[in-house]
């Protein structure tokens, strides 16, 4: 069974800074696109950014420049650095991983549970 588990998360003031991880555990051979979501109340989920195997990334307007995704490979592990934070940016922050089932040619999604992020002013 694949996990994956946020960790990270917390309380900060504006301005501030939080790195969010999310490690893959479980019977994965091979990841392919990587990402985070997030969701704040009352609003629809968002796609926050994502990154290839490569290491190649996208990321939403509201984040570009005051965001990093990356991820290390070796660890299944992918990472939310969050600089500049703003009371916006609150919310719940989900992890995805596509995992490549050679079986369907396709991808197989799995989700985290979530973590909280709260910036205050």
């Known amino acids: 069974q694949v996990q994956l588990v946020e960790s990270g998360g917390g309380l900060v003031q504006a301005g501030g800074s939080l790195r969010l991880s999310c490690a893959v555990s479980?019977?994965?051979?091979?990841?392919?696109?990587m990402g985070w979501y997030r969701q704040a109340p009352g609003k629809q989920r968002e796609l926050v950014g994502t990154?290839?195997?490569?290491?190649?990334?996208n990321y939403a307007d509201s984040v570009k420049g005051r965001f990093t995704i990356s991820r290390d490979n070796a660890k299944n592990t992918v990472y939310l650095q969050m600089n500049s934070l703003k009371r916006e940016d609150t919310g719940m922050y989900t992890c995805?991983?596509?995992?490549?089932?050679?079986?369907?040619?396709?991808?197989?999604?799995?989700w985290g549970q979530g973590i909280q992020v709260t910036v205050s002013s």
């Open positions: 995805t991983a596509d995992e490549r089932v050679y079986s369907i040619k396709g991808h197989i999604s799995h």
């Open positions: 990154i290839t195997s490569g290491g190649s990334t």
């Open positions: 479980g019977s994965i051979l091979s990841i392919d696109l």
